[in-house]
């Protein structure tokens, strides 16, 4: 009896073990932006060789990253929230470009780590705003805006 006890407990503790080591894994694997619309990921080893629209970002980069790995992902908000953006990550502005009336911001942010190489800085937060709108993606926006 007291060994079937014993079994039952070290049965318990591996299971409690594997459902914190899979929580802390969900953790890690977090949306990098909170309440954006039209989210994506992109996947590949350019980073914009898949895009995958996503409805779930929490659920499908967990799944996307076991599979393939997701490379950047991006996301779309009403209005101008460039400044709000670049804060939360405590991004600095690398340099900005402007064409067809889109403002686009490169920007460099610790908390992101990781980046590419443009202009001869590292950027890993490229925020675009125009026509009421906002794109924050890391390491860059893929796609239309």
Same mark, same amino acid.
């Given at each position: 009896m007291r060994r079937m006890c014993r079994v039952c407990k070290a049965v318990a503790v591996i299971v409690c073990c594997a459902l914190c080591a899979a929580f802390g894994c969900?953790?890690?694997? /977090? +949306?990098?932006? &909170?309440g954006g619309e039209r989210y994506e990921f992109y996947l590949g080893a350019?980073?914009?060789q898949t895009v995958v +629209?996503?409805?779930? +970002? /929490?659920?499908?980069?967990?799944?996307?990253?076991?599979?393939?790995?997701? /490379?950047? &992902?991006s996301a779309r908000y009403e209005g101008d929230c460039a400044? &709000?953006? /670049?804060a939360r990550f405590g991004a600095?502005? =690398?340099?900005t470009e402007e064409a067809c009336g889109v403002v686009n911001y490169y920007m460099y942010a610790p908390a992101l780590g990781g980046g590419v190489r443009l202009n001869g800085k590292t950027v890993n937060l490229h925020i675009a705003v125009g026509?009421? =709108?906002?794109?924050?993606?890391? +390491?860059?926006i893929f796609g239309g805006f």
């Open positions: 969900a953790l890690l694997r /977090a +949306p990098v932006f &909170e350019s980073s914009s +629209p996503s409805q779930t +970002p /929490a659920r499908d980069k967990l799944l996307l990253s076991g599979l393939s790995g997701v /490379a950047g &992902e400044a &709000e953006i /670049a600095k502005l =690398q340099f026509n009421g =709108q906002t794109a924050a993606g890391t +390491p860059l």
